[in-house]
């Protein structure tokens, strides 16, 4: 069976010569048992009409915000939501360009928008329009933001100019998309489990304007709540000041602030956790005093700010242990990146540790991306290239799901 059967994919068609190849794509989806929503754009339809692709999928092909007749409103948030993926192939210069700056000038671009599912982008165009330093600047924008780039062949062009910009013949998008969901965590392999996540900053307050921070955005934190609820966990998701918003019902979101409510939260959740995951990036000191008034600017000396440690959350969770519990923790280190990341594991009794490179552009802060090493207290290691986070989340899952089914067998 393929690993695309009972998937809702939403296949986005924009105005190139290679939306004929679009009707090859979507038989060959239809075949593989997806069910197929066609998103066409205004000047798609001038090389593909919508009668063709509605009668192989099935469903009237959506192209305008609303019917003209009926008044009736087509949803793009309903839509985005009902994905479990996007394809847009082919995908012109124009599109490109309209998805990498939120141009919502039509349904398609609104659909990627609102699409809370993995997208995939087929670029289809001539040579120099694909080799233009602002399609190229285009195309690594819809990268950083973690969509999949299905790269185009080099060959003979409608132009009849041979270079790169041929669109991807619709067996390797068919393959692109059967590997990704083929990666799925199997089933709902966390079904009954509960995971217990953070994620995020910690704010250290100062005074009743200032804190100490940091730029952590929370979006691997909570792209691990996210896939793991998908697998079937319950999950608690204690997070520091972001702005995100979890989704699935299956997350408890905590919203904390400080390292010491972040701690209070996580030590009453972890005695019926199965798996905890340390995704926060915590702040090691916080003000000793805080003042109950805005610390004024004086002529003189500039104040100072005594520190005082942070509980160390991980540790102290690796101290309250018990077998059967799972402890992940997170690495964030710029030397020495494998001894480092070895280290905090055994002092803070993990059970495994995930180290971001910071050497990779793309990881770590902020990024829709990231490339990771996990190591396991069981001495192995496996090493991952650079991903959206929510792969990244998923490997992650994958690689604890298996150590404890090791442990129990
Ligand atoms: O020691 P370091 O901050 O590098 O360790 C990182 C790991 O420990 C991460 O998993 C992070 O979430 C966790 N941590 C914590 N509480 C702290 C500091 C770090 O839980 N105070």
Redesign the pocket.
């Known amino acids: 069976m393929s690993p695309l059967s009972g998937r809702h994919i939403i296949l986005g068609i924009t105005g190139g010569i290679a939306a004929y190849k679009s009707v090859s794509l979507l038989r060959l989806l239809v075949k593989a048992g997806a069910e197929v929503q066609v998103v066409i754009t205004p000047s798609g339809k001038e090389f593909i009409t919508p009668v063709t692709l509605s009668a192989l999928s099935h469903r009237p092909v959506v192209s305008e915000f609303f019917t003209a007749n009926t008044g009736e409103w087509h949803s793009h948030v309903d839509l985005g939501l009902w994905a479990d993926a996007m394809v847009v192939a082919p995908a012109t210069a124009c599109s490109i360009a309209k998805m990498a700056h939120g141009v919502a000038d039509n349904m398609l671009i609104t659909t990627y928008l609102s699409a809370k599912a993995p997208v995939f982008v087929a670029p289809a165009m001539d040579l120099d329009m694909m080799a233009h330093p602002s399609t190229q600047a285009n195309i690594a924008l819809l990268r950083s933001y973690g969509n999949h780039i299905i790269e185009p062949a080099s060959g003979e062009l409608a132009s009849g100019l041979v270079g790169k910009g041929r669109m991807a013949e619709p067996e390797e998008i068919m393959a692109a998309l059967e590997l990704f969901f083929a990666q799925e965590i199997k089933g709902h392999a966390l079904r009954g489990k509960r995971v217990l996540i953070?994620a995020g900053p910690t704010y250290e307050r100062i005074d009743p304007v200032r804190f100490i921070g940091n730029f952590s955005s929370g979006k691997m934190g909570y792209a691990l709540a996210e896939e793991a609820a998908k697998a079937g966990a319950q999950v608690t998701l204690v997070s520091g000041p972001v702005s995100l918003r979890a989704n699935h019902p299956s997350i408890q979101v905590v919203a904390v602030e400080s390292?010491r409510q972040?701690?209070a939260a996580c030590q009453e959740a972890f005695p019926t956790t199965d798996i905890a995951i340390?995704?926060?990036?915590?702040?090691?000191y916080a003000p000793a005093e805080y003042a109950e008034r805005k610390i004024k600017r004086e002529a003189g000396e500039a104040p100072v700010i005594h520190l005082v440690k942070?509980?160390?959350?991980?540790?102290?969770?690796g101290a309250e242990k018990r077998p059967g519990q799972t402890l992940?923790?997170?690495?964030?280190?710029t030397d020495h990146e494998e001894t480092?990341a070895l280290d905090?594991m055994r002092r803070?009794h993990?059970d495994m540790?995930v180290m971001n490179s910071l050497q990779t552009p793309g990881a770590g802060f902020a990024t829709d991306t990231n490339q990771v090493t996990i190591y396991s207290a069981d001495g192995s290691t496996r090493q991952g290239e650079l991903k959206s986070k929510t792969e990244v989340a998923r490997d992650i899952l994958q690689a604890i799901i298996r150590e404890r089914e090791e442990a129990e067998a």
């Not at 340390?278 to 090691?284: E, I, K, P, T």
Request: with cysteine; hydrophobic share 60%.
């Open positions: 953070t390292a972040m701690l340390m995704c926060a990036a915590v702040a090691d942070n509980p160390d959350i991980a540790a102290t969770l992940v923790g997170f690495a964030l280190e480092n905090k803070k993990l540790i």
